[in-house]
């Protein structure tokens, strides 16, 4: 063992002798013999050296497998509203419209009529269209006999008159009405003299407005009066002016 030794220090390029690590040779013993005091006090100094062993459970070991996905939840409450946003670019500008038909300034547009009732009249309802007998001017029927009421043909404004008769101690009550609104009243109390009663205006007509005569009975008799021999009741109106279109 020596010889290798030597031979191995003898390789290495500096020879430098060198005592073998610290192989200190053990003290000569006999097998039975007690163990020397120096020697059970150093095999006590290595049990102290043992390393404490710890209970060290990896949780990640206990673990179970990933479960499935929850069901989705039920959304959120809407969040407040955001400001407004700012206004978008000016769209481009349109094209020129077709250019309309010439108009014929020759032609005069027309609308009148002038119709009245011989018979005198007590009304039953609380409302009642004022319906007449007689026509003396109807252009283009714009007037219908059977409803009682004018109907606007020629957009534009009008001129209307109602004149009646009233009854004496009985009640005169209508209103010329314009489709459904009362644009104007003719009214007289109840009276031991019956006189002449007559009311006027114009309206700004559009398409298929409707004009018309109601008479309206309160808690008093109403009633308008007439006779065979003359006509007390007249309805009348025209056009005055067409509307610019
Ligand atoms: C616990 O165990 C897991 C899986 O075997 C392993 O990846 C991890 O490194 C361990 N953690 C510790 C602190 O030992
Ligand atoms: C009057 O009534 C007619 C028919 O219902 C309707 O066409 C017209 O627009 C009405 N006019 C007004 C001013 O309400």
């Not at 049990?47 to 069901?71: A, C």
């Not at 939840?73 to 010439?102: C, D, F, R, V, Y």
């Not at 043909?153 to 209103?175: A, C, M, Q, S």
Request: one cysteine or more.
């Amino acid at each position: 063992m020596l010889d290798v030794l030597i031979l191995l220090l003898s390789l290495s390029s500096t020879v430098v002798l060198v005592p073998p690590p610290s192989i200190t040779p053990a003290p000569c013993r006999q097998c039975c013999d007690h163990l020397g005091a120096e020697e059970s006090s150093r095999d006590q100094a290595e049990l102290s050296y043992v390393p404490e062993v710890r209970t060290y459970i990896n949780m990640t070991i206990l673990k179970g497998d990933k479960g499935d996905r929850g069901d989705r939840g039920t959304p959120g409450k809407a969040g407040i509203e955001g400001p407004p946003g700012s206004q978008g670019p000016m769209g481009s500008k349109g094209s020129k419209g077709q250019a309309g038909l010439p108009g014929d300034p020759c032609k005069v547009q027309h609308s009148a009529f002038s119709v009245a009732r011989r018979k005198s009249l007590h009304s039953s309802e609380a409302y009642q269209a004022l319906i007449f007998d007689t026509v003396f001017v109807n252009l283009g029927d714009h007037f219908n006999m059977f409803e009682g009421r004018f109907f606007c043909r020629i957009p534009g404004v009008y001129f209307f008159n109602v004149n009646i008769h009233t009854w004496n101690f009985k009640e005169t009550y209508l209103h010329i009405m314009q489709n459904d609104s009362e644009r104007a009243i003719v009214y007289a109390q109840p009276s031991d003299r019956s006189i002449m009663q007559s009311q006027s205006l114009m309206l700004e007509l559009h398409l298929d407005d409707q004009v018309w005569i109601r008479l309206y009975k309160r808690e008093r008799e109403n009633a308008i009066y007439s006779d065979d021999v003359d006509v007390y009741i007249t309805f009348n109106g025209y056009l005055i002016k067409p509307s610019e279109e």
